[in-house]
């Protein structure tokens, strides 16, 4: 499955991801600083990264498409 996360290379955000890719998923981590080093989701071919606020509709549609 493809998951999408807001704030995917924050704190909690990060968290879900390494536990989503874990669990097999594919993750779109979509932040303000998308390009910010996130420990154990930097080699993965499994994450997308998007830099985008909230308000950009959008590249919240492209993310969470599919």
Do not use: C, P, Y
């Not at 890719?21 to 080093?37: F, K, Y």
Request: charged share 20%; net charge negative.
């Amino acid at each position: 499955m493809k998951i999408a996360i807001t704030g995917g290379t924050g704190f909690v955000g990060g968290h879900f991801a390494k536990h989503a890719l874990e669990d097999g998923h594919e993750v779109v981590l979509l932040s303000r600083t998308a390009n910010r080093e996130t420990s154990g989701l930097n080699d993965s071919s499994r994450v997308t990264r998007v830099s985008s606020d909230l308000s950009d509709i959008q590249i919240l549609i492209n993310a969470f498409g599919g």
